[in-house]
């Protein structure tokens, strides 16, 4: 495994393109996200990281898969890129076998090392099993996910259900005895399962070290590899992938704008995300819209479009979310039911019109406003892209480790964030970070400084 002058990240949502995407420049890549691999845009010698989102999460295997192979193959054939990162949700949502068996076969690699595991965040593997703060996923709001759900906490017997009997038998995993030997016997364990026909291989994370030893490892092998993980490994492979000449990137200082954060994600975390910022003493110009069911079943309407941009101004944040919308359907559980029956739709369903109700609203919101954009939840932050016609972004900058500032094509900044990551003052970091960050504020401490 050699330092490739160009990098690609595949991941199956934006959220998860973007925080990947960020690792490589935070190490000095110019990086760039795809939304739509039919239409590249052209090379550029700034810019060494691509990342594509497939948003292949939520869909069948077999067109998943198919999605990831075409995205593999017009990177190599559109951008030139050689080397290639699989990025997978570290609480194992996704069509992730599927996928990973067709960037092995669009890359031409002998076998994947998958490592999901995201210490920053407190997600560690042991013995092949996934954890979140110490609790297997399976216990988590992972297992209560609208499209997928989690039902396993073992990263080994999740893959094996989602491949045919032959193809299980390519399944294995390096746990933890061996990856605390380091690079040397991780090494030989590799060559040892590859030389037997494995092509998936789990590996054990209980720390920052091990990805590094990992990656040490990969380096080390006699066969073609192909990473597979969440940013924690994405960040360990920065320090190797990326030659130490690269650019430095210059602290930027932003036009004072307001904010619009829409979340559509109905996360425990992001709902306290948003409690957290709505009675945070520091901030006095926010303003909250909660939307209920009947609201997404109603469809957007001038009302609340005027709710947003009569407050969306100066510098101003209006968060319109669906936060409270779980408890809302968990309390009136026989009524909520019957109103999507009588609409004709599922749970499944309705958790889609909730994305879509927020891009349309969006849309509406830009025909009169100027705004940063902050999108919470991986299907949300991909529908609102493309709801402003963006065709790629551009990263930043860094506002927290997994968090990237971008800019679309037509001059957008946007804000990603997946709906379970982070912690209670995420939102609020972010907002700080502007503050920190604008025309304004940046003169008033200068003039404070004085």
């Given at each position: 495994?050699?330092?490739?002058?160009?990098i690609?990240?595949?991941a199956?949502d934006?959220t998860?393109a973007?925080?990947?995407?960020?690792q490589?420049?935070?190490k000095?890549?110019?990086?760039?996200?795809?939304?739509?691999?039919?239409?590249?845009?052209?090379?550029?010698?700034?810019?060494a990281?691509w990342a594509?989102?497939?948003e292949?999460?939520?869909?069948?295997?077999e067109?998943?898969a198919?999605?990831?192979?075409e995205?593999v193959?017009?990177?190599?054939?559109?951008l030139?890129?050689?080397?290639?990162?699989?990025k997978i949700?570290?609480?194992?949502?996704?069509?992730i076998?599927?996928?990973?068996y067709?960037?092995?076969e669009a890359?031409?690699?002998?076998?994947?090392i998958?490592?999901p595991?995201?210490?920053q965040e407190?997600?560690?593997t042991?013995?092949g099993f996934?954890l979140?703060?110490?609790?297997?996923?399976?216990r988590?709001?992972?297992?209560?996910?609208?499209?997928v759900?989690?039902?396993?906490?073992?990263?080994?017997?999740?893959?094996?259900?989602?491949l045919d009997?032959?193809?299980a038998?390519?399944v294995?995993?390096?746990?933890?005895?061996?990856?605390a030997?380091?690079a040397?016997p991780?090494?030989s364990?590799m060559n040892?399962?590859?030389?037997?026909?494995k092509?998936?291989?789990?590996?054990?994370?209980?720390?920052?070290?091990?990805?590094?030893?990992?990656?040490?490892a990969?380096?080390?092998?006699?066969?073609?590899?192909?990473p597979?993980?969440?940013?924690?490994l994405?960040?360990?492979?920065?320090?190797?992938?990326?030659?130490?000449?690269?650019?430095r990137?210059?602290k930027?200082?932003?036009?004072?704008?307001?904010?619009?954060?829409?979340?559509?994600?109905a996360t425990?975390?992001?709902?306290?995300?948003?409690?957290?910022?709505q009675?945070?003493?520091?901030i006095?110009?926010?303003?909250?819209?909660?939307?209920r069911?009947?609201?997404?079943?109603?469809?957007?309407n001038?009302a609340?479009?005027?709710?947003?941009?009569?407050n969306?101004?100066?510098?101003n944040?209006?968060?319109?979310h669906?936060?409270?919308?779980?408890?809302e359907l968990?309390?009136?559980?026989?009524?909520a039911?019957?109103?999507l029956?009588?609409?004709?739709?599922?749970?499944?369903?309705?958790?889609t019109k909730?994305?879509?109700?927020?891009?349309?609203l969006?849309?509406r919101?830009?025909?009169?406003r100027?705004?940063?954009?902050?999108?919470?939840?991986g299907?949300t932050?991909?529908?609102?892209?493309?709801?402003?016609?963006?065709?790629?972004?551009?990263?930043?900058?860094a506002?927290?480790p997994?968090?990237?500032l971008?800019?679309?094509?037509?001059?957008?900044?946007?804000?990603?964030?997946?709906?379970?990551?982070?912690n209670?003052t995420?939102?609020?970091?972010?907002i700080?970070?502007?503050?920190r960050?604008?025309?304004?504020?940046v003169?008033k401490n200068?003039?404070?400084?004085g």
């Amino acid at each position: 495994m050699f330092i490739p002058s160009i990098i690609g990240i595949i991941a199956d949502d934006l959220t998860g393109a973007n925080d990947t995407a960020l690792q490589f420049h935070k190490k000095g890549c110019g990086a760039e996200i795809i939304l739509d691999y039919n239409n590249l845009p052209n090379k550029r010698a700034s810019t060494a990281a691509w990342a594509v989102s497939t948003e292949s999460r939520n869909i069948e295997p077999e067109a998943a898969a198919k999605k990831t192979y075409e995205a593999v193959k017009a990177l190599k054939d559109g951008l030139g890129v050689e080397y290639f990162y699989k990025k997978i949700d570290s609480t194992l949502r996704g069509n992730i076998a599927a996928e990973i068996y067709a960037a092995l076969e669009a890359t031409e690699k002998d076998a994947a090392i998958i490592v999901p595991a995201y210490i920053q965040e407190g997600r560690i593997t042991i013995g092949g099993f996934q954890l979140l703060k110490g609790i297997p996923i399976e216990r988590t709001e992972a297992a209560r996910d609208p499209h997928v759900p989690i039902c396993d906490s073992s990263i080994p017997l999740i893959l094996k259900k989602q491949l045919d009997e032959k193809s299980a038998k390519d399944v294995a995993l390096i746990d933890f005895s061996t990856i605390a030997k380091g690079a040397g016997p991780i090494t030989s364990k590799m060559n040892e399962l590859i030389g037997e026909g494995k092509k998936l291989i789990v590996m054990d994370v209980l720390s920052t070290t091990d990805f590094e030893q990992i990656v040490l490892a990969m380096q080390k092998c006699n066969h073609n590899i192909l990473p597979c993980g969440s940013a924690g490994l994405a960040q360990a492979l920065g320090e190797i992938w990326v030659p130490g000449d690269k650019l430095r990137h210059i602290k930027k200082t932003l036009p004072l704008l307001p904010k619009l954060v829409l979340c559509g994600s109905a996360t425990q975390l992001g709902a306290l995300q948003i409690r957290k910022l709505q009675y945070d003493d520091d901030i006095e110009n926010a303003y909250f819209i909660n939307l209920r069911l009947s609201d997404i079943l109603d469809g957007v309407n001038d009302a609340v479009v005027s709710r947003v941009t009569s407050n969306l101004v100066k510098d101003n944040i209006v968060t319109v979310h669906v936060g409270e919308l779980t408890n809302e359907l968990e309390d009136n559980e026989s009524q909520a039911r019957e109103k999507l029956i009588d609409e004709g739709i599922s749970r499944d369903d309705f958790a889609t019109k909730i994305t879509d109700y927020l891009a349309l609203l969006l849309q509406r919101i830009r025909e009169e406003r100027e705004f940063v954009l902050i999108t919470i939840g991986g299907e949300t932050s991909y529908k609102c892209a493309k709801a402003l016609d963006a065709q790629h972004l551009q990263v930043v900058e860094a506002i927290l480790p997994a968090i990237p500032l971008c800019i679309d094509s037509h001059a957008q900044f946007i804000v990603t964030k997946s709906g379970n990551l982070g912690n209670s003052t995420t939102l609020i970091e972010i907002i700080k970070y502007f503050e920190r960050h604008e025309y304004d504020n940046v003169e008033k401490n200068s003039n404070n400084d004085g």
